[in-house]
């Protein structure tokens, strides 16, 4: 005599769902052809351990590929409708097995299921929409991060090639009017690399705020204040060691940036970026310790930009004390950048050495 395990089952308007409740199910084969299910499986049922097996003749036709997945105390079939839509029973004959039963866990009436379907569709086109604006978003960003590095590499070439050509044909003395000549150009890539800590701060790149902003503040300090403050300044050779040294740097690190936007690598371009600052970078605070220290005389006879006290101290602190406190927090940076950068390198060329193992 045949033994047939209890069934219950469900329907949506694509599938129908068996559930088949049968423990520890072992050689289970399944087998459709046209609109008849065929189940035979050894396992423990309501009449214990035995071989259980039953068959379905459905209402209409289903696909033959049939999913299964057997958990420890029953087994779980999807079968696939061939046209999709609502099915008023499950098998061909009136009178339903005695075997098959509702799985009301899983089941839902035709205006319960449309509502399903509904509601799955407002939430794949709120995903959809959701996805949408955040690749709006990424590409705007992309867009802006590309655009600022390209502008700062247009503006530190022009400075770097102009100084260059204006070296070779004029010699020693273009070193004394790189300012006059060189200023403006500066001024503006200096102003807006103001943008890059706020980029930091924002989160608009991965990157630290704290060594951005000592490079970005520390630049502009001496190229406003001691290059733009003191007019006896603007002649000094100093002015040309500065200005070569930061775009001499600022010329490989734009565009490595620019090909990051859109993840692309230049590898003699990576290697110039975490590179050409180590002797560069001691070498331009060197340069703009020195600008300082020519200020500092400038800055005491003149007493430009003195702190005023109260009036019940009845004096002023000279600006070229402060200068001398810049000059140590200025070679405390260099430090504090050169660990950051270094550690960038560091980590760069290490993940570039894992992946090529």
């Known amino acids: ?40 499986a050894q396992g423990v ?30 087994v779980n079939i999807t079968v696939e409708k061939e046209q999709h839509g609502w099915w008023d029973r499950l098998v061909v004959q009136e009178r339903k097995p005695v075997f098959l039963a509702p799985d009301f866990d899983r089941w839902l009436d035709e205006s319960d299921a449309e509502m399903e379907i509904r509601e799955k569709e407002e939430k794949r086109n709120r995903l959809k929409a959701s996805r ?5 978003f990424v590409s705007l960003k992309t867009g802006y991060l590309f655009v600022y590095n390209l502008v700062q590499f247009l ?11 204006r070296l070779f044909i004029f010699g020693q ?23 890059e800590v706020l980029n930091a701060a924002f989160g608009i790149v991965r990157t630290g705020v704290v060594p951005t902003l000592i490079q970005v503040v520390g630049r502009n300090f001496i190229l406003f204040v001691i290059f733009g403050g003191v007019e006896e300044m603007h002649n000094q050779p100093v002015v040309f060691f500065v200005f070569y040294l930061w775009s001499a740097i600022e010329i490989f690190r734009y565009p490595f940036y620019m090909l990051g936007c859109f993840n692309t690598e230049w590898k003699t371009l990576t290697w110039l970026r975490y590179t050409i600052w180590m002797p560069l970078y001691p070498f331009g ?16 006879k ?56």
Not at 31 to 37: A, P, Y
Not at 309 to 337: D, E, H, Q, R
């Open 302 to 357: 003149t007493e430009l930009l003195s702190i005023p006290l109260p009036k019940a101290i009845g004096t002023s602190i000279n600006f070229s004390y402060v200068l001398y406190v810049y000059l140590v927090l200025l070679f405390l940076g260099l430090l504090f950048n050169f660990r950051h950068l270094y550690k960038q390198r560091k980590r760069c060329f290490r993940t570039k050495k894992r992946k090529a193992y």
């Open 173 to 195: 003395d273009s070193l004394y009017d790189t300012f006059h000549t060189i200023s403006d150009m500066m001024f503006f890539c200096q102003s807006l690399a103001v943008v």
């Open 45 to 74: 049922g309501a009449k214990g351990q035995n071989e259980y097996e039953f068959r379905l003749e459905f209402l209409s036709s289903v696909k033959p590929e049939v999913s299964y997945r057997s958990t420890q105390r029953l």
């Open 155 to 165: 503006g530190f070439s022009w400075i770097f090639v102009n100084m260059t050509v």
């Open 132 to 136: 949408h604006k955040e690749e709006g």
């Open 1 to 40: 005599m045949t033994l047939t395990p209890l069934v219950y089952w469900a329907q949506r308007h694509k599938d129908v769902y068996l559930r088949v409740e049968l423990t520890d199910a072992k050689n289970i084969n399944i087998l459709v052809r046209e609109n008849v299910l065929l189940f035979q």
């Open 285 to 300: 605070v060197v340069a703009e310790a020195v600008a300082v220290i020519q200020s500092i005389p400038h800055f005491y």
